[in-house]
């Protein structure tokens, strides 16, 4: 019980390689142990090894069949793999364990959203924050699986939401932030981490990345007709100019099956 409290405590705070140890050194000791073999699967599922999560979640599950958690993990996967119909059997089994979980509620309210029922979705939310009207995890959720999904500036707006509900969400801030490093948006993208990261400052994630705001800071930036790329001018001298050269390829092979320019 200490090491997978241990392994909790790590994980909340986005340290994913101590958690894991943690889980593991629990393994050591009783090899079918329900909430470290489900600490193990969220570490895999953070890691984007779904196939390995979902194995854990069901050898969790031998154990403990009532195990809500790895149910709604097992759901998540689902949902990312795009088996609609599985991830809601899923959370409905979760919701007959524990009608009160919010997550599972949360997941479901993922799961409408990517099917594009906006009804449903909006019910649910109504559903979730009947309970708890502070429930930022709830937005949170749909972010992350929007997130997972490829689906930007879905995942942004549900973040929005979350930090309309709670401004201090040092998760919320944090994915908000990432998302905003990804479209270059760096200005606006550092100062959602450096927020994210007075709150929390033991979020690994976010801390390698204000430290590669730093690093970039220094970067040169370079141009041309379709792209805009940085440097490191010190190390990478000579990049630009073959990054220039391959990039222009690139995009016309893939510009070119698509039939846009």
């Known amino acids: ?5 241990a392994g909790d405590l790590f994980h909340s705070k986005q340290q994913i390689s101590d958690a ?13 142990s329900p909430e470290a073999l489900l600490g193990c699967a969220s570490c895999q599922f953070h890691n984007g090894e779904f196939a390995q999560a979902e194995q854990s979640c069901l050898s969790a599950l031998e154990t403990n069949p009532s195990l809500v958690a790895a149910h709604e993990l097992l759901a998540a996967i689902d949902l990312v793999d795009e088996r609609y119909e599985q991830a809601r059997e ?15 509620r949360a997941l479901l309210a993922s799961l409408h959203f990517l099917e594009n029922d906006q009804e449903k979705f909006e019910q649910e939310c109504r559903r979730v924050l009947a309970v ?8 949170e959720t749909v972010g992350q699986v929007c997130t997972l999904k490829r689906r930007m500036e879905d995942a942004k707006a549900m973040f929005e939401k979350a930090l309309e509900i709670d401004p201090d969400s040092s998760d919320a801030l ?35 990345s204000l430290e590669l705001c730093d690093k970039m800071a220094t970067f040169q930036t370079h141009k ?3 792209f805009v790329f940085k440097v490191d001018a010190e190390n990478d001298p000579v990049l630009a100019h073959y990054a220039t050269i391959e990039l222009e390829k690139i995009r016309e092979e893939v510009c070119s099956r698509f039939n846009s320019y």
């Open 1 to 5: 019980e200490a090491f997978v409290a």
């Open 20 to 32: 894991w140890q943690e889980y593991r050194d629990a393994l050591k000791i009783n090899p079918a």
């Open 90 to 104: 899923k959370l409905g089994t979760a919701l007959k364990i524990n009608t009160n979980s919010l997550d599972s």
């Open 132 to 139: 708890d009207p502070k429930c930022s995890g709830l937005y």
């Open 174 to 208: 944090a994915e908000l932030g990432l998302l905003y490093l990804r479209d270059a948006q760096y200005e606006k993208g550092r100062e959602m981490l450096t927020k994210s990261f007075r709150i929390n400052n033991f979020n690994v994630r976010v801390y390698n």
């Open 224 to 226: 041309t007709d379709h």
